[in-house]
């Protein structure tokens, strides 16, 4: 049984629209970005300029993207099948490709693992499900999340996950990148 707070809580994340982030962040890619069988993603650094590069693993192989430009880098239609999928190796990473093909990258997705949820200037990210299996992100500044008190009120709904399934949602290490990825596309944000 849930409390009266808990259905309180649940209406209001039901009644606030998908709203896209305030500034300063700026969508990268086409919205909803399509990824035919998405299973997880994962952030790198360029070594020429040190813009975010996001890893994104799927069936059908390996892409690499530039967060700043959305253009894709670097492409692996068929990848090592021993080497290939982040729950091949313990630490949920596959190797890189394109500029970063000497290191590996950690994934998060369907095999497990995660994103940052916050960044150090105070921007926070939150997964929630008002209505299971659908999820819903929210992304707040100075923690103002719509449950952690009666001052908070800087937070948006930026995505909802009603059309697929959500694999993994975060902030690349640098925080100046924002990703939110389903089983069938995936949706950055960069600042």
């Not at 299973?39 to 700043?68: R, T």
């Not at 948006?156 to 925080?175: K, M, T, V, Y």
Request: charged fraction near 20%.
């Amino acid at each position: 049984m849930i409390s009266d707070y808990q259905q309180h809580l649940r209406e209001r994340f039901l009644s606030v629209p998908e709203t896209p982030p305030p500034a300063p962040w700026r969508p990268v890619l086409d919205r909803r970005t399509p990824v035919g069988g998405l299973l997880g993603i994962g952030f790198a650094v360029a070594p020429d300029n040190g813009n975010d590069l996001v890893m994104v693993v799927s069936v059908d192989g390996h892409g690499l993207f530039d967060a700043v430009s959305g253009e894709k880098i670097a492409r692996n239609r068929d990848p090592d099948p021993d080497d290939s999928t982040p729950d091949a190796v313990p630490d949920l990473s596959c190797p890189g490709l394109g500029p970063v093909a000497a290191t590996r990258v950690r994934i998060a997705g369907l095999h497990g693992g995660g994103l940052h949820t916050t960044t150090l200037d105070g921007w926070t990210l939150e997964v929630i499900s008002p209505e299971w299996p659908n999820h819903r992100v929210l992304l707040s500044t100075d923690g103002g999340m719509p449950h952690a008190g009666p001052y908070a009120d800087r937070w948006w709904h930026i995505f909802d996950s009603d059309r697929s399934e959500l694999r993994a949602a975060g902030f690349s290490p640098s925080g100046r990148t924002l990703a939110v990825a389903t089983s069938s596309d995936l949706t950055l944000w960069t600042r």
